[in-house]
Each structure stands twice: as C-alpha cells, then as structure tokens.
C-alpha cells in the first residue's frame, strides 16, 4: 500500500471536465454556421432535442448518484473503495455523469458533424483511467480494485456481473 493516506480528492476529474465541456460549448456554438449547415437534421431536431434532455437528466442523476448518496468524499478521506450504490454499476460514474450531459448538448444541437465527439469523450476518459486512476487504485487497494474490475464497466453504467 502507498505511503499516501488517500488518493488525490480531484484526480484528473477537472481536467476530463473541462476539455470535454470545452468542445461541448464550441460544438453548441458552432451548430448553425453555415459551413456546417449539411449536418443539420430538421426532421430530427424535436426528437434530438427531447432524447438531448433525458440524457441531461440521466447525466444529473448519476452525478447526484455519486457524489453525495453514494459519499465518495468520505470514502476518498477514510481510504475506503467505493463499490457500491452507482459505483455498483459503473466504476467511474462523475467522468460519466459529465459525458452523459455532454452528449445530451450534443444531441440537442442537432447537427450531425457534431455526433462524432461522445466517441472521443469515451475514448477520452478511457485513457485518462487507464493512465491514471486505474492504476492508482490499483497500487491501493491490489485484488480487491482488480475484483471490481472484473464486475463493472469503466465508463457505461450496466448490471453489474457476477463474480
């Protein structure tokens, strides 16, 4: 086990956040210039717009999931793995809770050019877990971390699998 008495209470939380709200806000922004006019799906734009919002607030939920039913600050402080609640479902359900909203703008902007970037915020957080708190977990908590593992999905939420 570190010599750390907890892992870092942000992570690379922020810097997921903000590069993924960034091309969110850019992508909204740029839904109508004319260069991009072909994306634009008329026919579409109520359905988007509706699906765009329940996942705002399937995005919201889990983020409330997380943060404050599940205690993931206490858990973070007493040095103690979370896995259950949301955590029970997926393993990095903030990172998710913004990708969820995120995608939601997207869709809500309408335009297909735009439809691409839920891809690069999944692969996006992939490699920043992989990279990094994956295996700060890792060298904390050994086989129990590898367990969870084994049971939930890194970023979509989904039944967990049996042992």
């Known amino acids: 086990m570190k010599t750390q ?4 209470i942000f992570g690379v939380g922020p810097i997921y956040v903000f590069t993924i709200a960034v091309l969110t806000f850019a992508a909204y922004r740029m839904r109508n210039l004319p260069a991009l006019s072909s994306g634009r799906i ?3 734009q109520k359905p988007l717009f509706i699906l765009g919002v329940i996942l705002i607030v399937l995005g919201v939920f889990i983020w409330f999931q997380a943060a404050v039913v599940s205690r993931l600050l206490d858990g ?3 040095n103690r ?3 259950t609640g949301i955590y029970a479902w997926v393993r990095n359900p903030l990172y998710t809770a913004f990708m969820i909203v995120c995608t939601g703008v997207i869709l809500m902007a309408g335009n297909l050019c735009f ?3 839920p ?9 920043l877990m ?3 708190e994956e295996k700060w977990l890792r060298d904390l908590y050994g086989k129990q971390y590898d367990d969870y593992c084994s049971r939930v999905n890194r970023c ?3 039944f967990p699998r049996k042992k």
């Open 156 to 158: 979509w939420p989904w």
């Open 130 to 132: 992989k990279l990094t």
């Open 76 to 78: 973070i402080v007493k």
């Open 115 to 117: 439809f691409f970037l």
């Open 5 to 8: 008495k907890h892992l870092p």
């Open 42 to 44: 008329e026919v579409l």
């Open 119 to 127: 891809f690069v915020f999944w692969g996006f957080m992939t490699v």
């Open 81 to 83: 793995l979370v896995t």
